[in-house]
Protein backbone atom coordinates (compact mmCIF):
# COMPACT_ATOMS: atom_id res chain seq x y z
CA UNK A 1 0.00 0.00 0.00
CA UNK A 2 2.75 2.61 1.03
CA UNK A 3 4.25 2.02 -2.41
CA UNK A 4 0.87 2.85 -4.29
CA UNK A 5 0.40 5.73 -2.35
CA UNK A 6 4.28 6.95 -3.13
CA UNK A 7 3.43 6.53 -6.64
CA UNK A 8 -0.17 8.70 -6.79
CA UNK A 9 1.61 11.13 -4.73
CA UNK A 10 4.60 11.39 -7.26
CA UNK A 11 2.21 11.41 -10.17
CA UNK A 12 0.40 14.36 -8.42
CA UNK A 13 3.88 16.29 -8.45
CA UNK A 14 4.07 15.49 -11.83
CA UNK A 15 1.03 17.16 -12.99
CA UNK A 16 1.75 20.01 -11.00
CA UNK A 17 5.13 20.39 -12.48
CA UNK A 18 3.80 20.03 -15.98
CA UNK A 19 0.88 22.39 -15.36
CA UNK A 20 3.40 25.30 -13.83
CA UNK A 21 4.18 27.18 -17.56
CA UNK A 22 0.80 26.84 -18.52
CA UNK A 23 0.01 29.13 -15.28
CA UNK A 24 2.83 31.28 -15.98
CA UNK A 25 1.60 31.90 -19.45
CA UNK A 26 -2.09 32.46 -18.68
CA UNK A 27 -0.51 35.71 -15.75
CA UNK A 28 2.00 37.02 -18.78
CA UNK A 29 -0.72 37.25 -21.61
CA UNK A 30 -3.21 39.12 -18.92
CA UNK A 31 -6.07 36.80 -20.01
CA UNK A 32 -9.15 38.61 -18.95
CA UNK A 33 -11.84 36.15 -19.82
CA UNK A 34 -14.92 37.41 -21.65
CA UNK A 35 -14.93 40.74 -22.35
CA UNK A 36 -18.26 41.44 -22.74
CA UNK A 37 -19.23 39.75 -18.91
CA UNK A 38 -15.98 41.42 -17.57
CA UNK A 39 -17.47 44.87 -18.11
CA UNK A 40 -14.10 45.97 -20.07
CA UNK A 41 -16.46 46.39 -22.91
CA UNK A 42 -18.10 49.40 -20.95
CA UNK A 43 -14.55 51.09 -19.83
CA UNK A 44 -12.41 51.23 -23.09
CA UNK A 45 -10.42 54.41 -21.98
CA UNK A 46 -9.68 52.19 -18.66
CA UNK A 47 -8.93 49.19 -20.44
CA UNK A 48 -6.39 51.87 -23.13
CA UNK A 49 -5.19 53.43 -19.56
CA UNK A 50 -4.15 49.92 -18.45
CA UNK A 51 -2.46 48.74 -22.17
CA UNK A 52 -0.30 52.23 -21.63
CA UNK A 53 1.03 51.57 -18.25
CA UNK A 54 2.05 48.34 -18.38
CA UNK A 55 4.22 49.20 -21.60
CA UNK A 56 5.27 52.73 -19.75
CA UNK A 57 6.20 51.15 -17.31
CA UNK A 58 7.95 48.40 -19.58
CA UNK A 59 9.87 50.49 -21.43
CA UNK A 60 10.91 53.10 -18.77
CA UNK A 61 12.33 50.39 -16.50
CA UNK A 62 16.14 49.98 -18.13
CA UNK A 63 16.27 53.58 -18.61
CA UNK A 64 18.87 55.03 -15.75
CA UNK A 65 21.08 52.28 -16.31
CA UNK A 66 21.52 52.82 -20.08
CA UNK A 67 21.45 56.64 -20.51
CA UNK A 68 23.12 59.22 -19.19
CA UNK A 69 21.79 62.67 -18.80
CA UNK A 70 23.45 63.78 -21.91
CA UNK A 71 21.97 60.84 -23.99
CA UNK A 72 18.48 61.90 -22.76
CA UNK A 73 17.48 62.43 -26.52
CA UNK A 74 18.53 58.80 -27.29
CA UNK A 75 16.46 57.74 -24.44
CA UNK A 76 13.22 59.35 -25.55
CA UNK A 77 13.82 57.27 -28.76
CA UNK A 78 14.54 54.55 -27.16
CA UNK A 79 11.17 54.59 -25.17
CA UNK A 80 9.53 55.49 -27.92
CA UNK A 81 10.37 52.94 -30.29
CA UNK A 82 10.11 50.23 -27.40
CA UNK A 83 6.34 51.29 -27.05
CA UNK A 84 5.74 50.85 -30.79
CA UNK A 85 4.56 47.42 -30.01
CA UNK A 86 2.51 48.25 -27.45
CA UNK A 87 0.46 50.74 -29.52
CA UNK A 88 0.44 48.61 -32.60
CA UNK A 89 -1.28 45.54 -29.75
CA UNK A 90 -3.56 48.33 -28.61
CA UNK A 91 -4.64 49.78 -32.30
CA UNK A 92 -5.43 46.16 -33.57
CA UNK A 93 -6.66 44.57 -29.78
CA UNK A 94 -11.06 44.64 -30.59
CA UNK A 95 -11.06 45.53 -34.52
CA UNK A 96 -13.28 42.64 -34.54
CA UNK A 97 -15.58 43.56 -31.99
CA UNK A 98 -16.06 47.13 -33.75
CA UNK A 99 -13.69 49.32 -31.53
CA UNK A 100 -10.79 50.93 -32.74
CA UNK A 101 -8.56 52.87 -30.99
CA UNK A 102 -5.91 55.06 -32.22
CA UNK A 103 -3.10 56.71 -30.06
CA UNK A 104 -0.45 59.24 -30.50
CA UNK A 105 1.86 61.08 -28.49
CA UNK A 106 0.92 64.02 -26.97
CA UNK A 107 4.01 66.80 -26.84
CA UNK A 108 1.82 69.60 -25.05
CA UNK A 109 0.52 67.41 -22.48
CA UNK A 110 4.18 66.05 -21.28
CA UNK A 111 4.84 70.01 -21.44
CA UNK A 112 2.14 70.20 -18.47
CA UNK A 113 2.28 67.27 -16.39
CA UNK A 114 5.86 68.73 -16.74
CA UNK A 115 5.61 71.79 -15.22
CA UNK A 116 3.12 70.50 -12.67
CA UNK A 117 4.44 67.16 -11.00
CA UNK A 118 8.39 67.42 -11.73
CA UNK A 119 9.59 67.59 -7.99
CA UNK A 120 10.98 71.56 -7.25
CA UNK A 121 14.04 71.67 -8.89
CA UNK A 122 15.47 75.06 -6.84
CA UNK A 123 14.96 76.46 -3.39
CA UNK A 124 15.92 74.68 -0.15
CA UNK A 125 13.78 71.35 -0.58
CA UNK A 126 16.10 71.09 -4.47
CA UNK A 127 15.99 67.20 -4.86
CA UNK A 128 16.63 66.46 -8.74
CA UNK A 129 18.02 68.28 -11.43
CA UNK A 130 16.39 69.53 -14.76
CA UNK A 131 13.02 68.03 -16.23
CA UNK A 132 12.17 67.90 -19.84
CA UNK A 133 9.55 67.20 -22.18
CA UNK A 134 10.44 65.45 -25.82
CA UNK A 135 8.59 64.61 -28.23
CA UNK A 136 5.46 63.28 -25.19
CA UNK A 137 7.90 61.81 -22.84
CA UNK A 138 8.92 63.31 -19.44
CA UNK A 139 12.32 62.48 -18.61
CA UNK A 140 14.34 63.98 -15.49
CA UNK A 141 18.19 64.33 -14.63
CA UNK A 142 18.60 62.57 -11.17
CA UNK A 143 22.33 62.27 -10.78
CA UNK A 144 23.25 62.16 -13.88
CA UNK A 145 21.41 59.73 -14.88
CA UNK A 146 18.01 59.92 -17.08
CA UNK A 147 15.07 58.99 -15.73
CA UNK A 148 11.42 58.76 -17.46
CA UNK A 149 8.51 60.12 -15.48
CA UNK A 150 5.12 59.97 -17.72
CA UNK A 151 4.22 59.67 -21.12
CA UNK A 152 1.02 61.33 -22.53
CA UNK A 153 -0.70 60.20 -24.94
CA UNK A 154 -3.84 61.30 -27.07
CA UNK A 155 -6.52 58.02 -26.95
CA UNK A 156 -9.50 57.87 -29.00
CA UNK A 157 -11.94 55.06 -29.28
CA UNK A 158 -14.37 54.38 -31.91
CA UNK A 159 -17.45 52.09 -31.04
CA UNK A 160 -20.48 50.85 -32.21
CA UNK A 161 -22.06 53.03 -29.29
CA UNK A 162 -20.07 56.47 -29.58
CA UNK A 163 -16.68 57.92 -29.45
CA UNK A 164 -14.09 58.94 -26.79
CA UNK A 165 -11.35 61.04 -26.60
CA UNK A 166 -9.24 61.94 -23.72
CA UNK A 167 -5.53 62.48 -23.05
CA UNK A 168 -3.59 59.81 -20.47
CA UNK A 169 -0.62 61.41 -19.09
CA UNK A 170 0.73 57.92 -18.10
CA UNK A 171 3.24 57.83 -14.61
CA UNK A 172 6.23 55.37 -14.75
CA UNK A 173 6.02 52.93 -11.79
CA UNK A 174 8.57 53.13 -8.91
Not at 28 to 38: E, F, I, K, N, P
Not at 92 to 111: D, I, K, L, M, P
Not at 131 to 140: F, R, S
Amino acid sequence: MNDRAQLVLGAAALVAVALTPILFAYLQLGYSGDVAASGEYDAPVQNAQRVLSRGVHGAGSGVPESYRWQQRDAAVSTIRTDLQGTLDSLRSSRVESGTVYQVEYNESAAQSWANEHCPETRGPNRQFGACEAKQGVVVQNRDGETHVLAVAFDVRVTMERGRYETTLAVETRG
